[in-house]
């Protein structure tokens, strides 16, 4: 045993040694070199997404579209609304050649679900309605005035035929308040 003491010294100073030594050249022949550790920031990506963001990737979705058209949007269901207006997931009703579909829209990318439907008949123009985010901001006092810091509420918002419906839960309790799609005014409102 006293004999592996030098042995263990030596191969420890030598671990040392190779750990602590490092090539060093001065500063000034390393361009563009600051020396030492700096620290690498990331960005953190919301799971929720904006109405900006969805709408873009709708208008860039080509799918299974053969033709240079849009394809047309018949229906938006946007479930878990925070409350700025961005959502966890972007439905989009439309139909093509092969049926009614519904494009569903989150930070995995697109799934496509085949929807037995029938689809409002007026086409939603995304540039003419009002971004989710504004809708809220010009509503704010309907849209959070019962809410109870205590009791988490869920918003899931329906755009058809230009008309936002938008479902508040929260507890045993739910409102539905109805926002022209166009203007962001209320139209009408109950507690259930």
Known sequence: ????????????????????????????????????????????????????????EFEGYTGNITSAEKLPV????IRDVDDSGNALNWLFGVRQSTGTELLIYDR?????NPWNATLPSEEIMLNRVIPLGTLFIQNKDIIFNASSPSIPERRDLV????IYTLTINSGSTSRI????????????????
């Open 159 to 162: 755009l058809k035929q230009g």
């Open 177 to 192: 308040l109805m926002f022209n799609a166009t203007t962001g005014v209320l139209m009408s409102g109950h507690v259930s």
């Open 1 to 56: 045993m006293h004999r592996d003491i030098p042995t263990i010294f030596t191969i420890l100073l030598l671990g040392i040694m190779v750990l602590c030594s490092a090539c060093v050249v001065p500063e000034s022949e390393k361009p563009g070199f600051n020396g030492g550790l700096s620290q690498i920031t990331t960005r953190e990506i919301s799971p929720y997404i904006s109405f900006g963001e969805a709408k873009q």
């Open 108 to 112: 995995t990318g697109w799934k496509i």
């Open 74 to 77: 018949y229906y938006i269901l």
